[in-house]
T-cell receptor
Framework: DGGITQSPKYLFRKEGQNVTLSCEQN?????MYWYRQDPGQGLRLIYY???????QKGDIAEGYSVSREKKESFPLTVTSAQKNPTAFYLC??????????????FGPGTRLTVL | DAKTTQPPSMDCAEGRAANLPCNHS???????VYWYRQIHSQGPQYIIH???NNETNEMASLIITEDRKSSTLILPHATLRDTAVYYC??????????????FGKGTKLSVKP
């Protein structure tokens, strides 16, 4: 089946530890995105990438880092510099071009809790 | 991107049509209207989008007013599985950070038996 996978679904970490969230897609999409969602709120963009080995900061990139070494993979690292890391993290992908940027396919999300 | 306004919540009886409104009075000529939904604790799901003509797909219909200042998403026969938060997003095809979808708080639709 084509789609986006995120693992794990639930993740617990101690304060001060870096943690990496996985995102893999087999849709052959060039663009990939990371969003953060807090309870009762909409989504906010952390980072996005339109092509391998290139990525751009979104609205709330501070305290996060990404890499895009392969088309299929776009891991997100939540660093100890992120002040409020507990949140629901969503990865998405899309075709590049025209309205397609805005037709995004989302993964199931990873719920990160920092203790 | 133009701002959108949606009611915070709506109820709908199972089997009836669910009509979800969205106001976007400041929409500009090159901006499209997109609808997504998010079932509890899952990732959002793209539903439909349109520019000025009405659109229909297997999931829903999108009605955009002639002045494009508002739109309505129609789920023709709502089921319990349609219970979700529905987001209306207005965005140009190009420009700015491509793909930066701005999700507001949306409308929580509750479909009741």
């Amino acid at each position: 089946d084509g789609g986006i996978t995120q693992s794990p679904k639930y993740l617990f970490r101690k304060e001060g530890q870096n943690v990496t969230l996985s995102c893999e897609q087999n849709l052959n999409h060039d663009a990939m995105y990371w969003y953060r969602q807090d309870p009762g709120q909409g989504l906010r963009l952390i980072y996005y990438s339109q092509i391998v080995n290139d990525f751009q900061k979104g609205d709330i990139a501070e305290g996060y880092s990404v890499s895009r070494e392969k088309k299929e993979s776009f891991p997100l690292t939540v660093t100890s510099a992120q002040k409020n890391p507990t949140a629901f993290y969503l990865c998405a992908s899309s075709i590049v071009g025209s309205t397609s940027y805005n037709e995004q396919f989302f993964g199931p999300g990873t719920r990160l809790t920092v203790l | 991107d133009a701002k959108t306004t949606q009611p915070p919540s709506m109820d709908c009886a199972e089997g009836r049509a669910a009509n979800l409104p969205c106001n976007h009075s400041t929409i500009s000529g090159n901006e499209y209207v997109y609808w997504y939904r998010q079932i509890h604790s899952q990732g959002p799901q793209y539903i439909i989008h349109g520019l000025k003509n009405n659109e229909t797909n297997e999931m829903a219909s999108l009605i955009i007013t002639e002045d494009r200042k508002s739109s309505t998403l129609i789920l023709p026969h709502a089921t319990l599985r349609d219970t979700a938060v529905y987001y209306c997003i207005v965005r140009a095809a190009y420009g700015g950070s491509q793909g930066n979808l701005i999700f507001g708080k949306g409308t929580k639709l509750s479909v009741k038996p």
